[in-house]
Structures are given as C-alpha cells and as structure tokens.
C-alpha cells in the first residue's frame, strides 16, 4: 500500500521553496510552510500570490481554484510547525552545515515516520541524512525552477534510502503530475552536472569580452532553441546559489576546472547582484523578483537603419560555394533583396546550385511562404558563373567552400587580386581560425567570419567573428547585413566554436561521458534536458541527428585549441564513430533508428 501525503512541510520559502509549495497546494495536499523570520514568511508569501494571481491572470487556473489552493497552504515562522506532516522538503540555501543542523532539528520535530527531503541540488543527499537517526528515510526531491512549470523531479536515493520511500516518493511525483527519473547520490545529478559547466563556460565568455550578454543569450537561444540564454539563466537561478552549487560540483565532482566558478561570480554576490531576486545580476530588472528586464547602461543602443557604427553600403553580394550551406546562402541574399553574383568551380555545378535554390524557392511558394513574384524576383536577382572575376564589383563575398584551410586561403587570396577595395570578405568556415584566412589577403581588416547554421533559410542566427584585424566598420557591416538578411547577427572572437559550438559540444560530450559511466540511461537524460531544462531536445537525439562524426570532430578541435582536460572527446563516442555509428544517417547511432 503506498502512503498516504496528506500534508507537506517546505522549509525555506526563496527562489524554489515558494515554488515548491504551490505545485503541492496546486494538487490538493496542504501545505505547512516555514522560513526562519517573519518578513522572510512574507516575501515567500507574496511570491506565492505573485505566482498564483499571475496564473489566473493568463487563465491558467481559476480564480475559486487558486483561492482554495491558498487556504491549503499554512504559514509559520520555525520548523516546530512541522510536528504532524508527513514529508517535509527542505529548500534552504545550497550550505551542508545549515541543511545539516536543519535536518538533525527535523528529526527531532517530526514523527518517527515522517519523510525527510532535500532539493539540494549539489550536496551529498547521504551527507545531510547521516545528521539524522533515520537516513534510511532521507531522500533528495530535485525540483527544477520555475517549481510550478517544470516537469522533471530527480529523485535521489543514498545507499541507505529504503526502497519503499523510493516508491512512495516516485508515486507522489506522480500524483504531482511531475516525471521523475531516479537515481544514485552525484553531485549535480543528471541535469546540474550536464548543465553547470555549460554556464559557467558562459559567464567566462562574458567576463573576457569574448561576447556580450545579450550576444551570449541570444545565440544559445536561436542557435539551439533554448528557453533561456546562460546568463538570463544564471540569473533567474539566482547567483549565490549557482556559485554553491559550482563550488560544491568542484569540490565533490573530481575537481574539474570547469566547476570552478568563474571569479566574477563571487564578485557579484558579494557586490548583492544575485539575479532576478534582487533586481540585478548579468541584467537589470524592473525590481526584486520581477522577470521584466529593464535597460542599463550595458544595453546596446538601438540602431536604426543599416548604416549605424560606420557600417558600409552594400547592395551586391558574391557568394563562393556549391554545396548545402552555398545554396541556403545564396537564397538568404536574393529574397533579401540583394543582387547576388553565385561563383562555382564550373558551369555544370552552376547548373546544379541553380536548380537546388530553384527548387528550395519552390518549396517556399507551394507552402505558401513566398508569393510567386518574389520567387521569381529572387531568381531575378542572381547571376551564375563559374569564374571569380565577375566578383570585381560586389560589396561583400561570402566563402562557403569547403572546410579545407589550404582551399579557403588560396581561395581568399584570389580573392584580394579581384575585388574592389572596401569590400568585406567574410567566410562560413565553423572551425577554422578567420584570422588565417584573413591573413591570405593584404586587407585583413575587412575580414570576417559569417557563421551562418544549417539550413541557413531557416534558422535566425548568424555568429560574426572578429578577428585582432578586423576593423569595426567591417563588424558593423556584417552586423547590419545579418539584420537586413532578417536574423539576429551576435558578433564574438576568433575562438574555436565561435558561441554556439563552443558551448554546446562539450555538454554534448559530458552526456555521453555520463552514459559511459552507467550514473543514467540515455532516455533519462534525454527526459531530464528536456523536462527539466525545456531543451527542444535531449542530448543524444541531438547527437544522432548532428552526426556522432562532426560532433567528434568539433569536440577535438575545441579540445586541441583550449587544451582543457574536461574537454577531451569521450571514449565512447570516439568507439561509435570508429565502429560507424554516426547517427541518423547511418540509421544508427546511440539509438538505432532502423525502423522510424
Ligand atoms: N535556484 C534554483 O534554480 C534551484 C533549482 C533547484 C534546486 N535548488 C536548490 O534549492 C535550495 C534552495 O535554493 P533557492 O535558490 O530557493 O535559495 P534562496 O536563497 O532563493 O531561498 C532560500 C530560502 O531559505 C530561507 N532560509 C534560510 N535559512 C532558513 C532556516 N533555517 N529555516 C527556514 N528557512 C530558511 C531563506 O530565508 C530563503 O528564503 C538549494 O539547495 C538549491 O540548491 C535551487
């Protein structure tokens, strides 16, 4: 017989506590909620109705349902209040000595029979248990913020958690409406240990210059479909937190460098920017608690017109190139309006690109996308050749051969022979250095890198690299370009794996290195991303579909450029491409799709 949760208890009512105590009102149980002072009651009180009256607002929840939900809850300063509840869940600040004493005073306040949880999201569940006289009945509840919308639990069981708690706490998730996945007492558990690094990665972008936060977020989010951008993310975890949580993963997950938290982090917690619940972290906001950010003096002005920040005129565009990403260029170019001169090796690969980008337009009018006019002005628009000279009069050349250095520097110093003076020569490349194609031409200045994503109609953003030669006229040209292309230009240095890559594959790879230790399953990690971060996608779907090949490939590069250990490919992944498992194309992958 499972057991009866008839009332709760919450100590600790912050960023997640609040949270906490509404999924459990929400779902018919009362609620006994604790803080430790009477104004810290009331701010988790406000944020409870902030909450609720929010979700009644975008008719998410009746008012009759949401005021119900309010009489379940019962607010009390001190944890004496949690004398007859039949689970706690304890959400105090990420310290094992505080949590310790909190949950050695639980077990003294509460029935012998009472479960004892923690939503630690870092520290060492058995740790915390060892404080009480009943381990066995100390479980962790990973929530995952925001508490109300998330979907995922991780539940987390020490060596000496009874498996009956296991199963009344998974079937009470369910009951919650939650998904959870179960698992052994790691720090970070699936989806902190997948994600912290990733963050931290972010913040010592930001704290380099290496891109701007609004650069930083946005390419994460139109890059890879995320909900948030790192540093919005950091700051809604708020920044104290995350910084326990980095220095704990450090200290308990082997040291990895990677945990280490950048030093700005605790600058800015000791400086009182702690995110979202103070009104100021990486962004401002309108005050404490509220989501609305609010512009600061780091806000870039808003430039109107293409030509802002001595941005050049450009009207004609050669694009070099036959293959995937040439194509989805070249219609980018000429559905944008500009004239486009396409240059291939020969008349017959011409021939080709111009049925491919006939076609893909094609598409575009039979999906009611594209009027048949702007098609056929589109094709208008571009010129076909198969030699570099007719680029002797265009305002900007994008390189998308393909990714051989040799090729694109021979490439690019063709290139300075041509064209006119003042012309910006961007390349596509996604890992070479743009610095050594630039440094092929006697005008490296006007050198960029236009990182464009597959399909390049489709997706809204492109990364701009600046090179240590590129000058800010040839930047800001770019940028207005990618604006007029109608995506979001995010401009960053010359580093391996630009924002996006650089961010991304090594999360991808610490994945697979958690699959490789058997710590999950890759349908539990995949959940995890997903239901408790809102990626689009799990990290081995994602693998399949990229290819395990170029994941490899940009994982070693970015490994062999910044020489950090933690960056080293994982085995397995090396052994699936070795043994041709490359993913989707090959029907095969760490999933076998033979028969989708
Ligand atoms: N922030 C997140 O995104 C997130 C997500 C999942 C899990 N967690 C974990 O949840 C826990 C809480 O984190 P948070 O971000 O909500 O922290 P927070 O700082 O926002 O809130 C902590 C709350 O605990 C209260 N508190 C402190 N000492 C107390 C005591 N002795 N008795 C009762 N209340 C006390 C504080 O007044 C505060 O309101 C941490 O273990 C954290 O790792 C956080």
Known sequence: MAREFSTVGVVGLGTMGAGIVEVFARNGIDVVAVEISAPALERGRATLKGSTDRAVAKGKLAEADRDALHERVHFAVGLDALH????????????????????????????????LATNTSSLSVTEISVATSRPNQVIGIHFFNPAPVMKLVEVVRTVVTAPEVVADVEALCARLGKVDVTINDRAGFIANALL??????????????YATREDIDAAMKLGCGLPMGPLALMDLIGLDTAYEILDTMYRRGGRDRRHAPVPLLKQMVTAGLLGRKSGRGFYTYERPGSPVVVPDEATPLATDGALADGARAIAKVG????????????????????????????????????????????????????AEADRDAALGRISWSATLDHLADVDLVVEAVVEELSVKKALFASLDEICKPGVVLATTTSSLPVIDVAMATQRPADVVGLHFFNPAPVMPLVEVVRTIRTSPEATATARAVCA???????????????????????????????????????????????????????????????????????QRELYLELREPGFAPAPLLEHLVTAGYLGRKTRRGFRDHSHR
């Open 84 to 115: 007859s509840v039949d689970l706690v869940i304890e959400a105090v600040p990420e310290h094992l000595d505080l949590k310790q004493r909190i949950f050695a005073e639980l077990d003294r306040v509460c029935r012998p029979e009472t479960i």
């Open 196 to 209: 912290f690094g990733y963050l931290n990665h972010a913040v010592a972008m930001f704290e380099s210059h």
């Open 319 to 370: 694009v070099v190139g036959s293959g995937t990403m040439a194509i989805g260029i070249i219609e980018v170019f000429a559905k944008a309006g500009y004239e486009v001169v396409s240059v291939t090796r020969g008349m017959e690969k011409s021939a080709k690109v111009c049925e491919a980008v006939k076609t893909s337009l094609n598409k575009g009018v039979v999906r009611g996308k594209l």
């Open 484 to 554: 007029a292309l109608g995506k979001t230009g995010v401009v960053c240095g010359d580093r391996s794996g630009f924002i996006v890559n650089a961010l991304l594959f090594p999360y991808l790879n610490d994945a697979v290195k958690m699959l490789e230790a058997s710590y999950s399953t890759a349908d539990d990690i995949d959940h995890a991303m997903k239901l408790g971060c809102g990626y689009p996608m799990g990290p081995f779907e994602l693998l399949d579909v990229v290819g395990l090949d170029v994941s490899l490939a940009i």
